[in-house]
Every structure is written in C-alpha cells, then in structure tokens.
C-alpha cells in the first residue's frame, strides 16, 4: 500500500502573518529522519497566503506541497476577480475544485466544474475534484487518471469544530462501487471530519489513496500528527 497523501484545507482562514506562523510551527514539527519527504504532505491556502508560503517553504526546503481551493473557470484574460490557472504557476500543484461548499454556496455547477478542471489541468495542475456523488464527478473526468477524487459526503464534514466523519466501512463501500465505473487507475481520497483519532480506521479500512482535512489541519500540531497516523497505517515502525 502506498504512503497515503494528507491534504489540508484551510478553508476561508489564516491571514498571511497568520499562515507564516502556521508554517514557522510546522517547520519545528515536520522534521527529522521519518517525516515524508515523499509523497509530501499538501496544504490549500487561501489564494492571498500562497506566495509568502510558497516563498518559505522553498527557502527552508520544507516538506510541504501547496494547492489552492479553487480556480478559475475560465482562461486568462478580461475575467475581473477569476483567478486562472496560469496564474497559480510556482504557488501551488494541487487545486480543489467542486468542493461542496462551493457548489452549495456559490451554485457551481457540474459543468462549472468540467470547466475548471479542464483550466487546472492546461495549467499543469492535478485537480482534486470533491463529489458527494459520482454525477457530481464530469464525465470526462471519470476517465482521466490524472485527476483525482475526493469523497465527501457533505454530512460528513465537521461543524463547529464538531466531527462527523463517514465510517470507513461505509466509505470502502461507496468507492468500490465507484472504482467500477471510472478509469482503473483513478485515484481516490476522502475528507469529511478527519482527525487523529479516525486517521488511522480511514486509512486501514477504506484504503484511500489521501485524506482532506479542514478544520483539524488549521493546528499544525494536529495536522502533523494525521500525516505520521496516516503513515503509521500502512507502516507501523514510523512510530517507535
Ligand atoms: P472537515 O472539512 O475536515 O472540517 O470536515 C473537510 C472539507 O470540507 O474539505
């Protein structure tokens, strides 16, 4: 089983000072000889974070990828307020799009979706589309392993700081029938309530390939900690 990905969503959160500390904390964290350099763990900053983080990170070598919680649907060009995919060149290599909150509050669409992951993958970036449901994945999608997809029921996702995850069993259930109807090497995560207590059950259970984390991923402490459970599942001498 590969090492699985731990990805953060930071949501609409952290100031840039406040990012900076988020990543001076990390740093003392994410140190030596077992923390993953490989695959490195990922974080989606709000838009206006991710130069000042992407400065840093690569200043310090520090084991941390980045990704942005959305793009634009369209290209570059006379779009006032879009941010497209070229612009997010050397910032971040990850992208979420279709998050349900997005979909809910902002009304994205499927086909908005379709749209932006067509965007993000001229960019050069790999998109991580979040669906509750395989019709909210584009078609198109289904069928292109370099895309990747996130479960998340949007019960599931916590509230509050209250957490609410999908049981494991009930997640291996959905993607098996999943794994059916798309390409057969797509790659799935799951988000919704991760935290380090049902790391280690997600990961074991429903053998995703990644998780998500929103609201346990704003403390670097916690969000360290699922990194080294989600590793310690598949490998449990990282831990000793
Ligand atoms: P949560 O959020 O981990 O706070 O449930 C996950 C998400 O919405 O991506």
């Not at 006032?80 to 971040?92: H, K, P, Q, S």
């Not at 291996?172 to 309530?193: C, D, E, I, Q």
């Not at 599942?233 to 831990?239: G, K, R, S, T």
Request: glycine share 8%; charged share 20%; with cysteine.
């Amino acid at each position: 089983m590969e090492i699985p990905l731990v990805v953060g969503n930071w949501k609409s959160h952290f100031t840039v000072a406040e990012a900076t500390g988020w990543l001076n904390r990390y740093a003392e964290l994410a140190t030596g000889r077992s923390f993953p350099k490989f695959p490195k763990p990922v974080v989606c900053a709000p838009f206006t974070g991710l130069f000042a983080l992407a400065q840093l990170i690569n200043e310090r070598r520090l084991p941390l990828n980045l990704g942005a919680q959305d793009l634009s649907a369209f290209g570059e060009g006379s779009y006032t307020g879009e941010v497209a995919g070229r612009l997010l060149t050397g910032l971040a290599k990850y992208v979420l799009v279709g998050h349900s909150e997005r979909r809910r509050l902002c009304g994205e669409s499927t086909l908005i979706v379709a749209a932006k992951v067509t965007e993000a993958l001229k960019a050069g970036l790999i998109p991580i589309i979040c669906a509750a449901n395989l019709k909210e994945v584009p078609v198109e999608a289904r069928n292109n392993p370099k895309v990747i997809i996130m479960f998340e029921p949007e019960t599931a996702i916590s509230q509050a700081g209250h957490y609410r995850a999908e049981s494991p069993q009930a997640v291996k259930k959905v993607l098996a029938n999943w794994r059916k109807r798309v390409h057969p090497k797509m790659k799935f995560f799951y988000g919704g309530s991760v935290n380090e207590t049902n790391t280690r059950g997600l990961i074991l259970q429903s053998r995703v390939a990644g998780l998500v984390v929103g609201h346990a991923s704003l403390s670097p402490d916690s969000f360290v900690s699922i990194i080294n459970q989600a590793r310690a599942a598949v490998n449990p001498h990282v831990l000793d």
